[in-house]
C-alpha cells in the first residue's frame, strides 16, 4: 500500500466516532439526536419537527411501531461532521420488542451514550442495553438528561449508577440546582461555568464562561450566594468520593464519566458532544474467526449488522447495513460476498448523511454503507476485498413465542414461503417449515413482531395473512456428529420435525418437558437455542 494511502486511512479512522445512544423509552433519545445532529448543521428542523408531531398523535405502541417503521431507513445512520470528526450514529429501535435489532446495532459501534432521565434513574431498559455494552466491552459516556425539571439528588443518581451498573463514575459536571431552580453547569474537566439559558433548543449553545477553578471571584458574579457555596461543598464531596476520570479505565468499559445537561433545552449537549471526541475511541479492530482485523489495513472488510425493507413498500428492494471494518471502500468497487463466494460490484451504496441517503463515492473504518439487496445478503455476512475472513460476534437469539401463520387466500398461499423466507433473511423473523403440518411457524423475541410480520405480509407481498397460536414451546436446532443417530432421531420425532430457511433442521418443543425429554433420551443430538 503506498504510504499516502496508509496516512489517509490512519487519518480518516483517527478522526472517527461510530457510536449509539442507549436509553430506556422517554429519557429524550431522540430530542439528544436531534440536537447533536443540530451541531453538524446537518438538519432540517422543519422536518424533524414534524416527525415529532406526528409522534405524539400516535396513540397505541402498534401506531407507535408502524411510524418508527416509516421514519427508521432515513434514521437508521445519521452522519454529521464537527469540527473536522465525522460522527456515525447508529439509532436503535425504541420498542422493547425490537431489542433483538438494537443488540445487533451495537455490534457495529466503538461506543456508546447512556441517557438517564434525572427523575428516574436507572431504568429496566437502561440495564439490559449497558450488559450488552458491558459483553463487548463498549465503552459508556452517560448524559442524565431533564436537569430542568426536578428528579433525584445528583450524589444519589451517580450512587444509582455505580451500584446497578457496577460501573465506577465520575462526573464530567456538575449541576447547580435542578428543577426550576437549575441555573447550569460547573464543567468539571476544563473548570467552565456553563449558564442554562432555558428555550435555547434550536439555538447552538454558547460556550462556557471561562474560570480559574472553583474558588475564581467571577462565579459570585453569576450565581447567587447559596448555590455558589452549595457548588463548591458539592463539588468538594464529590472529588472525595468518586475517583478522578482515567481515559483507559472508560475505554476499557470500567468507568464512564457523567454528564449533566438538558437535551430538550439544547444544554449540556456540547460538552457531550467534545466527551465524545475527546475520550470516546475510533473504529476499533474487529474480531473474525481467523484473524483480528485493523482498521489501517488497506484491503477493504465489512460486516452486514442490519438488513431493511424500503420505506416504499411497493418496493422489494432492501438495504444492508454494512459496516466497513478496514481499508478505503470506494464507490463501484467489488469484494466478495464469503458466504457465497460470489464478487458484489457496490455500484450504488449509499451512505446516511442526516435524514437524506445521499451516495458514498468512499467511506472508511467505522462508516456505514447501505447497499442495496434483492435477496442473498444476510445479517452477519462479512464483505471482503480479498481474504476469506468471517467477522464474529453478531449475536442470534432463541426465539421465545411462536405462531403458525396460514394465507387467508388459498391461490396466495403458495408466495407465502417466499415471503417468509424473505423475512428470514432479514432477520425479522425465525421461520420453520414442520413436515407434518401444513402452516409455517414464526418464532420471534418480542410478540409486536407479529404484528408487524403481518402488516409487511400483506403490503409488501400482498398476501392476507393469519397468525395464530402454535402451543409450542421452543425451537432448537439439531445436529449430530453420528449422521444414523441423527436420522434415527428425526425418523422418530416428525411431528416435532421443521425445516428452517436454509434446510436445517429444528426440534419444535411442545414444552419443556418434551424437549427435556428427548435431550435425555437422544444424549448424541445437539439442541442449539440459536445457529
Ligand atoms: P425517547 O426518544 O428516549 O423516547 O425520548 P424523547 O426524546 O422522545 O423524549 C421524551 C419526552 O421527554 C418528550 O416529551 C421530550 O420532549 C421530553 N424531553 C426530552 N428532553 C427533555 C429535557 O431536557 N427536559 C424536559 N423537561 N423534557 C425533555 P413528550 O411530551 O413525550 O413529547 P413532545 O410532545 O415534547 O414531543
Not at 463515492?361 to 447497499?371: K, M, Q, R, V
Request: net charge negative; aromatic share 8%; hydrophobic share 40%.
Amino acid at each position: 500500500m503506498s504510504t499516502e494511502l496508509k496516512n489517509e486511512i490512519e487519518n480518516e479512522t483517527k478522526n472517527r466516532r461510530t457510536f449509539a445512544i442507549i436509553s430506556h423509552p422517554d429519557a429524550g433519545k431522540t430530542t439528544l439526536t436531534e440536537k447533536l445532529l443540530l451541531f453538524g448543521g446537518a438538519i432540517q428542523m422543519a422536518g424533524m419537527v414534524k416527525a415529532r408531531g406526528e409522534r405524539r398523535r400516535a396513540r397505541s405502541d402498534w401506531m407507535k411501531v408502524e411510524q418508527e417503521r416509516g421514519i427508521s431507513v432515513a434514521s437508521s445512520v445519521m452522519t454529521f461532521i464537527h469540527e473536522g470528526v465525522t460522527y456515525n450514529l447508529l439509532d436503535t429501535p425504541g420498542h422493547e420488542d425490537f431489542s433483538e435489532d438494537t443488540y445487533r446495532t451495537l455490534t457495529a459501534v466503538d461506543s456508546a451514550i447512556m441517557v438517564l432521565d434525572c427523575a428516574k434513574g436507572i431504568e429496566t431498559q437502561t440495564l439490559k442495553l449497558f450488559e450488552v455494552c458491558r459483553l463487548r466491552d463498549i465503552p459508556v459516556l452517560t448524559f442524565i438528561n431533564k436537569m430542568d425539571r426536578d428528579g433525584q439528588d445528583p450524589f444519589s443518581l451517580l450512587e444509582e449508577i455505580e451500584s446497578k451498573l457496577a460501573l465506577d463514575v465520575t462526573p464530567a459536571s456538575w449541576p447547580i440546582g435542578m428543577g426550576r431552580d437549575f441555573k447550569g453547569c460547573y464543567d468539571l474537566l476544563r473548570d467552565d461555568l456553563l449558564l442554562f439559558d432555558r428555550g435555547k433548543g434550536d439555538h447552538l449553545a454558547e460556550g462556557g464562561i471561562d474560570c480559574t477553578g472553583l474558588d475564581d471571584a467571577k462565579l459570585a458574579d453569576h450565581l447567587p450566594d447559596f448555590q455558589l457555596e452549595k457548588l463548591r461543598e458539592d463539588a468538594e464531596m464529590v472529588r472525595g468520593l468518586c475517583p478522578a476520570f482515567d481515559r483507559q479505565s472508560y475505554l476499557e468499559g470500567h468507568m464512564s464519566p457523567v454528564f449533566f445537561g438538558s437535551a430538550i433545552n439544547n444544554f449540556g449537549v456540547r460538552e457531550l458532544l467534545r466527551g465524545l471526541h475527546d475520550f470516546a475511541p475510533s473504529p476499533r479492530p474487529q474480531k473474525a474467526v481467523q484473524r483480528d482485523v485493523n482498521p489501517e489495513e488497506s484491503k477493504v472488510t465489512g460486516f452486514i449488522f442490519k438488513i431493511q425493507a424500503n420505506m416504499d413498500p411497493k418496493h422489494r428492494d432492501r438495504i444492508a447495513f454494512t459496516r466497513i471494518c478496514s481499508g478505503n471502500f470506494r464507490k463501484g468497487m467489488k469484494l466478495k460476498h464469503v458466504r457465497t463466494g460470489k464478487a458484489l460490484t457496490i455500484h450504488t451504496p449509499h451512505l446516511f448523511l442526516a435524514q437524506s441517503r445521499e451516495e458514498a463515492e468512499e467511506a472508511w473504518p467505522g462508516d456505514i454503507i447501505g447497499i442495496g439487496t434483492h435477496g442473498g445478503l444476510r445479517i452477519g455476512d462479512t464483505l471482503s476485498e480479498s481474504e476469506d475472513l468471517s467477522f464474529t460476534g453478531l449475536p442470534n437469539f432463541a426465539p421465545e413465542l411462536m405462531q403458525r401463520v396460514r394465507s387467508e387466500d388459498p391461490l396466495r398461499a403458495k408466495h407465502l414461503g417466499r415471503a417468509l423466507e424473505q423475512l428470514a433473511e432479514e432477520g425479522a423473523a425465525r421461520v420453520f417449515k414442520p413436515v407434518m403440518h401444513a402452516d409455517w411457524v414464526v418464532g420471534v423475541v418480542g410478540s409486536l413482531q407479529f404484528d408487524v410480520l403481518a402488516d409487511r405480509i400483506r403490503t409488501e407481498f400482498s398476501i392476507p395473512v393469519k397468525f395464530e397460536p402454535a402451543s409450542l414451546y421452543t425451537a432448537r436446532w439439531i445436529s449430530c456428529d453420528d449422521a444414523a443417530k441423527l436420522k434415527t432421531f428425526t425418523d422418530g420425532n416428525q411431528s416435532a420435525l421443521a425445516y428452517d430457511h436454509d434446510g436445517d433442521p429444528v426440534f419444535l418443543a411442545r414444552n419443556a418437558w418434551h424437549l427435556s425429554d428427548a435431550e435425555e433420551k437422544f444424549p448424541a443430538i445437539r439442541f442449539a437455542a440459536t445457529k
